[in-house]
Structures are given as C-alpha cells and as structure tokens.
Nanobody
Framework: QVQLVESGGGLAQPGGSLRLSCAVP????????LAWFRQTPGKEREFIAR????????VDDDIVKGRFTISRDNARNTVYLQMNRLKPEDTAVYYC???????????????WGKGTLVTVSS
C-alpha cells in the first residue's frame, strides 16, 4: 500500500509562514506528478499546486497569489509547500497527492496522504 505522509501543519499567525512536507515512496517520487490540495469543512477539496517529476510546476493563482511555492527534494523523496503571508482563510486540511498524469483534478490523483491541519489564527 502506497503511503504519502504529510507533516508540518499547525497553528500560524496571520502573516506568518509554514512549510508543509510530504514524504513519498521512492518509486512514486521519481516518476509521478506530486500535488497539494486543501479542504475546509463543507467545501470540496481544491487544487493548490503540482510539480512534475522533471520539476515543472503549476499553481492555482487564485489561491497562491505569489504566497505559496511547491518544490521537491530528490535526495529526500519529499515534496514541500512553502506558505507565506498566511491568512485565516488558508485554514484547512492540506493533502499531498500523486498522479501518473499531469492533471490538477482531484479525481485524477492515484494516491493521497491523510492530510495535515493548518490553522491560521491570532
């Protein structure tokens, strides 16, 4: 069973920063597209950013607005989401996902982590 494991969530103040990490099995990391989604209660899961195995990335500009950056560390089989200038509306459970295709669709993901909670509050 493939396990993606997120970490780095927690409480942040508005305007602060957090870096989320997702540990990915090596055989997945080297050939899959890796993405971050988030979900708040009562809403659908929404796409944030995706990075390919070659390093090319796609982000949702409406959410990111220059504040979030996705990256990958090939030596550690880890994908990151650096989140700066956090806002209360960024409060959500953040999920890491992997897909064989270059999709941003939730239904197109092959594997998911269990999520990590980010709370932005003063």
């Amino acid at each position: 069973q493939v396990q993606l494991v997120e970490s780095g969530g927690g409480l942040a103040q508005p305007g602060g920063s957090l870096r989320l990490s997702c540990a990915v099995p090596g055989h997945i990391f080297s050939s899959y597209n890796l993405a971050w989604f988030r979900q708040t209660p009562g809403k659908e899961r929404e796409f944030i950013a995706r990075i390919s195995w070659t390093g090319g990335s796609v982000v949702d500009d409406d959410i990111v607005k220059g504040r979030f950056t996705i990256s990958r560390d090939n030596a550690r089989n880890t994908v990151y989401l650096q989140m700066n200038r956090l806002k209360p509306e960024d409060t959500a459970v953040y999920y890491c996902a992997a897909s064989t295709s270059p999709t941003i669709s939730e239904s197109g993901m092959d594997y998911w982590g269990k999520g990590t909670l980010v709370t932005v509050s003063s």
